[in-house]
């Protein structure tokens, strides 16, 4: 039963995980609401807000309420926060659960305050705010304890962390809002410019997944893609290359490459040394893109390796620093406990 008052929670831009100690993930699910504005009802939470995206009357409207790692509709928030807390723990919850969350390295005092409001107005007690790479590290199965220097980067949805970690915190860390919705946003522009074509959000997510590109493949990979022709305004079929693939990310990816070298050449010389021994880890969804990997590591000179669970290392940090409060003490920004907030 105790297992249902310690509960980590990985609040992205584009999906919600959330882990039960002594369960472990037990949701996964975007995070997308519909809300029908008239009435201020909720409508559906998560995969069947998600398939209503784009697709609504004029009352209905489905919306992600966190943008570029931070909320940008508080009270939206709140309501998904809440569903998700009901869902996980149906009738099973008594007293108010002890609950770690996630924030990129960057947030400001604001929008911590934004997070913790959020949580605890959607029914959590002692609340625990933790960075997005440190939880990524522990979740990876990094020793980040020890006085030797590791480096990961975690792309998301909405945000992109470095961090250079040692002694169980972060020594440098730089977040950037450029991450995977970038990916989507990128093929979007590249197909209204080149093939004249307006596709959604979730055909550019599709495309992303199945021929999106950051390095060459062996051997190209075709997608047809239907949208509406700009010209004629009638719907109109394309075949899309994984190499038009590599043009159409290059900004987005240019970018997340400008900022690990950012980190790094901040680096102290020690921790640097370690890292060209451990290798670069990488987490996160948008780390899943084929060849990012392999353009890393020919950038940097470095060894890059993928995670083994790279979407959900930050919800398995979470649980495990929740599991173990004393043992990562150094990785909580942010506490809130019986309506007392404590900065660390």
Do not use: W
């Not at 882990?19 to 809300?35: D, N």
């Not at 009270?75 to 969350?101: A, D, N, Q, S, W």
């Amino acid at each position: 039963m105790l297992g249902f008052r310690d509960i980590g929670i990985d609040l992205g831009t584009a999906s919600v995980l959330v882990y039960i100690k002594g369960k472990g993930i037990v949701l996964k699910e975007p995070s997308v609401i519909s809300i029908d504005k008239n009435t201020s009802k909720v409508l559906a939470v998560g995969e069947e807000a998600q398939r209503m995206l784009g697709r609504t009357p004029g009352n209905i409207v489905a919306t992600r309420p966190l943008s570029a790692g931070v909320i940008s509709d508080y009270e939206i928030t709140e309501k998904m926060l809440k569903y998700f807390l009901h869902k996980v723990t149906r009738k099973h919850l008594f007293g108010k659960p002890r609950v770690v969350i996630c924030v990129p390295s960057g947030v400001t005092e604001v929008e911590k305050r934004a997070v913790l409001d959020a949580a605890a107005e959607a029914g959590a007690g002692r609340i625990f705010l933790i960075e997005e790479p440190i939880a990524a590290a522990i979740g990876a199965g990094l020793d980040i304890s020890k006085a030797c220097g590791h480096m990961l980067i975690d792309i998301g949805g909405g945000t992109t962390d470095a961090a250079v970690i040692s002694l169980g915190g972060a020594v440098l860390s730089e977040t950037i809002k450029v991450a995977g919705n970038d990916f989507d946003e990128a093929i979007m522009k590249y197909m209204r410019k080149k093939h004249n074509l307006l596709i959604g959000d979730r055909t550019a997510e599709n495309m992303k997944i199945n021929i999106g590109s950051a390095y060459p493949r062996k051997e190209q990979i075709f997608m047809n893609i239907t949208g509406r022709n700009l010209i004629s305004g009638l719907p109109k079929a394309v075949s899309v290359s994984s190499e038009e693939m590599i043009e159409a990310l290059e900004e987005p990816i240019q970018d997340i490459l400008e900022c690990v070298h950012s980190v790094l050449e901040r680096t102290p010389p020690e921790l640097a040394s370690d890292i060209s021994e451990q290798g670069i880890c990488l987490t996160g969804g948008g780390a899943l893109l084929y060849g990012f990997d392999k353009l890393l590591q020919e950038r940097t000179k470095i060894a890059v390796y993928l995670a083994e669970d790279a979407i959900s290392c930050v919800a398995l940090g979470t649980g495990k620093a929740l599991e173990s409060l004393d043992a990562y003490s150094k990785a909580f920004v942010f506490e809130h406990r019986k309506g007392v907030p404590v900065a660390y």
